[in-house]
């Protein structure tokens, strides 16, 4: 899980940053990207893919990435921006917005994804990064937590949509919320779907 780390070292690199994001797919909700930079050498066998774990281990490895890491920062884009610009220049805005946040610079970037970033900073794009690079699974496991935070706090000014339990993606009962009481404020409206297949 740390071969592009140690391959980016081998080029004289020392600060480097993995970054991931959560909440590309969901009808409501922001996107949430996370950039760590882990110590030189670090390992963890448990740090994977967040979606490979469950959510009382995503919490505990939250606290312990946390404490273990170089720096940790988190670029947030409102649905408002999503629908003005599209999920895609969304998410790589808030990926941005991460790396600038890191208190340590970072000097390269290892991204999840096929998709680069609009900063002057050497970086390499991975598909499926987050099962492949211990960095990138470390801020897959920042964003989907403190991305699931936000929706349970929402959870409580929009009870109807159930978000505690389904954090904005669109699964059947917040689909017929949505067509019984309409989109509220967190919606991202250019999102569609199809309602033939409710009934």
Not at 16 to 21: K, R, S, V
Not at 30 to 36: E, G, I, K
């Amino acid at each position: 899980m740390d071969s592009f780390e140690s391959e980016a070292r081998q080029l004289g690199f020392t600060s480097i940053a993995g970054i991931d994001e959560a909440g590309r797919g969901p009808l409501a909700g922001p996107v949430l990207a996370a950039a760590v930079i882990l110590p030189h050498g670090y390992s963890n066998g448990d740090i994977r893919d967040s979606k490979k774990l469950t959510p009382a281990k995503r919490e505990q490895l939250y606290e312990t990435i946390h404490n273990d890491a170089v720096a940790v920062g988190l670029g947030l884009v409102e649905p408002s921006a999503i629908d003005d610009i599209n999920i895609l220049r969304a998410t790589l805005l808030a990926m941005e917005k991460a790396v600038l946040d890191l208190s340590v610079p970072a000097d390269y970037l290892l991204i999840d994804g096929r998709n680069t970033v609009n900063l002057s900073i050497q970086q390499k794009a991975i598909i499926k990064g987050d099962n492949r690079s211990i960095s990138v699974a470390a801020a897959s496991i920042i964003a989907k937590v403190s991305r699931d935070r936000i929706m349970d706090e929402y959870h409580h000014q929009f009870r109807e949509y159930n978000f505690l339990k389904n954090k904005g993606y669109g699964t059947r009962e917040h689909r017929l919320a949505i067509q019984k009481h309409g989109h509220c404020e967190i919606h991202r409206k250019s999102f569609k779907f199809k309602t033939d297949d409710l009934f």
